[in-house]
């Protein structure tokens, strides 16, 4: 007997696609348009998953969520949603999904994930903590984002020590602080520590506090970020740049949880969890001899990798919306919008300084553009597109460039946007050369003269 798969969609498509797949993978499958049914049906019937939408009329995917959690704890559900947020994939985990499927969704992802749920037979450990109480600044709907999104909600009933890697600027202390609030420690201390900004004869101090007389200018009794962090958690950004001596107490404290403080007697006891952060390859560090193999290990336990900007560029008019609302209500002015041309220079620059740099983007264009609706002319200079006006320079390559950084952010249909691009610069330049002269520009571009009227036509321009 075919294993059965009940399906639950307000959206005819997504239940007729599903349907489809399923049964052409030899899957069952039975279609609900909303979940209202359900609890009574699970009164007499247990399918092998059930496959809901997050967002329906009458009960939505996690009060479904919550009723299968009681009445059929061996189901694996898993949720389906538009909405690549942080908190719905974090509520989905909380509430004991198996997964969580973000739409559009590839149709055989879909069926080998279903394969899996139906294999695993039975729900993970049942999670217990309270709803999530905050909003995030996390914001992405790249896969590599989504991605980081699972493994928060995989660790929300966790103490366990994460190691981030990312480049400078792309959230890290973000990505700890989320682990915090959803963890069970949420209503204890989230202390935050940079290792690289503080100077190495005073970092042993602010980690583990000294007491007074310990050396010349403790006039008083330090706490430390250990005992500060004390039942929650201790965030230890640029852990990388650690120095030696202090990497070996590090190691001491994890193991014993208990550490002296700068010229104490008293042994002091902490229960921590450990966040550290780098955008280092640690495990070159350790090859080098640079960083301590055992720590490594020790900080190790889980791995969340986060992208850089420019291998998310379908995330970067989200993130500059969002930016621009929030700048405009720090400031209290009107919020800015982009042209499209600016938005397409946004979209084609490579973003070295990553998330950060474009949020300060937003809020130099806040403050400093003349208008409410930003040109690409008015970007900043470091943003704004170059034009090349020497008869020298190689538009090909700067073209061949900007088709990379396209295809890099996995932007499609290419030919259609630039092509119309390229030939509306060109008849915007003929017209403006000839004085809006229709019949001369025609000469100059090799057209016909109907051709070019079509042309203009078409493109929009008067």
Known sequence: MNPKVWVVDDDASIRWV?????????????????????????HNEKPATIVTDIRMPGINGLELLNVIRKQATDVPVIIMTAHTDLDSAVASYQGGAFEYLPKPFDVDDAVTLIRRAIEFGEKESEVNIDAVRSATDIIGEAPAMQEVFRAIGRLANSHINV?????????KELVASALHRHSPRSEQPFIAINTAAIPADLLESELFGHEKGAFTGAVKQHRGRFEQAHGGTLFLDEIGDMPAELQTR????????????????EQIEVDVRIIAATNQDLSKRVSEGRFREDLFHRLNVIHIALPPLRQRGEDI??????????SASELGVDR???????????????????VRQLENVCRWVTVMAPGQTVSADQLPAEIKPTV???????????LRTLVEKKLKHNETNLLATLGTDFEKTLLETAMKHTGGHKQEAAKYLGWGRNTLARKLKELGID
Request: proline content about 3%; glycine content about 10%; charged content about 25%.
């Open 388 to 398: 090349a006006c020497d008869e020298n320079s190689d538009w090909q390559e700067q």
């Open 250 to 265: 590090l190691l001491r404290v994890l193991s014993d949880k208990k550490f002296y403080r700068v010229g104490g007697h």
């Open 317 to 326: 008019p989200l993130l500059t919306k969002y930016f621009l609302d929030r």
């Open 163 to 171: 190691l981030i890697w990312g480049e400078s600027g792309t959230g």
């Open 336 to 354: 800015k919008t982009l042209s499209s041309g600016a938005m397409r220079a946004l979209s084609a620059f490579d973003w070295p300084g990553n």
């Open 18 to 42: 599903l349907h489809k797949a399923c049964d052409q993978a030899g899957i069952d499958v039975e279609l609900f348009e909303d979940g209202n049914d359900l609890p009574v049906r699970l």
